[in-house]
C-alpha cells in the first residue's frame, strides 16, 4: 500500500512539474509577442528569430553542459535520468527529467530578458554567440551558488548567509537584466533615441495589440514559473501550498499594473498602455522571489511597490542614456532586486543581509562575465550593425525579409 501511495504521488508530482514547465515555456511566446509588439516594424522578423533561436540555444546549451555545472552530477555527466535530482541526498519524488526540463525553461527565460534590451541594433550572430556562453556558463554557474547550494568560489555559501529566492526574481530575473544591463553598455543607444540637447526621443513601437497578447501570455505562464517552484502538489500540504502562490502571483500582477498606470497618468497625463504593461510583469517579478509567504493584501501591495518603482526607473535609464526599448533592464534588473530586499518581510528563514549579499554576488559575477563576453564578441566579429543597416532596419540585413510586406511596400508607393 505504501509503495503504491508512493507510485501515484511520483505520478502526480511528475505529471505538475511538466505541465509547469509548459506553462513557462509558453513565456517564451510571451517574450516572442511583447518584444516584436514593442519595436518597430522594421525589426520584427530579427527579434522573433532571435526569441526562437535563444530558446533551441538554451535548451542544448544546458543539456550539454549547464545543467551538469549547476547540479553536480547533472545529466549529460552521469548519463542517466533515473537516480533522482542531481546533488539530492535521497530520491525525488518526480522523475529527473522532467526536474531538467523545468531548469532549462528557466534558462531560456532569463535569456530571452537579454533580447528586447539590445533589439534594433544588435547583430543577430553575436546575439547568439553571447547565448551560448550564458545559457551553457555564466547562468549554470550563478544558478550553482543559489539553487545549487554551491559555495561561491570556495568561499561561503548564500544559503547559509539567509539568502533566500523562491523563483527567481534575482537567480532569472535579475541575472537576466544584468546581462542586458552590459550588453547595452557596449551597444549604445538607437540612432536618434537622444538629442544633443539631452532631450529622450520617444520611439513607439509598431504593434501594441500584441504587446498586450505576449503580457497576457506571460502572466499566464508566471502561474507555472512560481507554482512549480513549490516542487509538489500531491500532497494536501503542497497542493495548498500551490493554491497560495497561485493567489498571490495573480495578486501582486494586479497591484503592479494598477499602480504603474496611477503613477503614469500623474506624470504624463496619460493612461500610458506600456507603462502599464511593465506594471503588471513588475508586480509579478516582485512577488516570484517568494509568492508563498505573504497574504494577499501583501502580495498586492508588493506588487504595486514593484509598478510604481519601475515607471520611476524605466524614466530614469532614459535620463541616463541607457537605451532599452522594451523596459526589461527595469522591469527585471530593478525590480527583481527589490523582489529580493522584499522577501524577509515575510519569510523569517531570510535575512536583509543574506538577500544583499546574495543579490550583490549575482549581479557582479554575471555582470563581470557578460560585459567581457560582449567585449570579446565585439571585437572578433562586432555587435552592432552598420548604420545605414540600422536606418533600413535589421529584419532585411539580418534575416533578408520583412514581417510585415505589404504594410511596408504599401506606405513606401504613397
Known sequence: MENQIFELQYALDTFYFLVCGALVMWMAAGFAMLEAGLVRSKNTTEILTKNVALF???????????????????????????????????????????????????????????????????????????????????????????????????????????????????????????????????????????????????????????????????????????????????????????????????????????AAMIVARIMFGKADLTMALNGALAGLVAITAEPSTPTPLLATIFGAIGGVLVVFSIVTLDKLKIDDPVGAISVHGVVGLLGLLLVPVTNDGSSFSGQIIGALTIFVWVFVASFVVWLVIKTVIGIRVSEEEEYDGVDLSECGMEAYPEFIATAQTR
Open 56 to 258: 533551441a540555444v538554451a535548451c542544448t546549451m544546458y543539456m550539454v553542459c549547464g545543467y551538469s555545472i549547476m547540479y553536480e552530477g547533472g545529466i549529460f555527466l552521469s548519463g542517466i535520468l533515473g537516480d533522482g535530482v542531481a546533488g539530492a541526498d535521497e530520491p525525488a519524488t518526480y522523475a529527473p527529467s522532467a526536474d531538467f526540463y523545468f531548469q532549462v525553461v528557466f534558462v531560456a527565460t532569463a535569456m530571452s530578458i537579454v533580447s528586447g534590451a539590445v533589439a534594433e541594433r544588435m547583430k543577430l550572430w553575436a546575439f547568439l554567440l553571447f547565448a551560448v556562453v550564458m545559457t551553457g556558463v555564466i547562468y549554470p554557474l550563478e544558478g550553482s551558488w543559489t539553487w545549487g547550494g554551491a559555495p561561491v568560489f570556495g568561499m561561503y555559501t548564500l544559503g547559509d548567509l539567509g539568502f533566500s529566492d523562491f523563483a527567481g526574481s534575482g537567480i532569472v530575473h535579475m541575472a537576466g537584466a544584468t546581462a542586458a544591463l552590459a550588453g547595452v553598455i557596449l551597444l549604445g543607444a538607437r540612432k536618434g533615441k537622444y538629442g544633443k540637447d539631452g532631450k529622450v526621443n520617444a520611439i513607439p513601437g509598431a504593434n501594441l495589440p500584441l504587446a498586450t497578447l505576449g503580457t497576457f501570455i506571460l502572466w499566464l505562464g508566471w502561474f507555472g514559473f512560481n507554482g512549480g517552484s513549490v516542487l509538489a502538489t500531491a500532497t494536501v500540504e503542497s497542493a495548498n501550498a500551490v493554491a497560495v502562490v497561485f493567489m498571490n502571483t495573480n495578486a501582486a500582477a494586479a497591484g503592479g499594473l494598477i
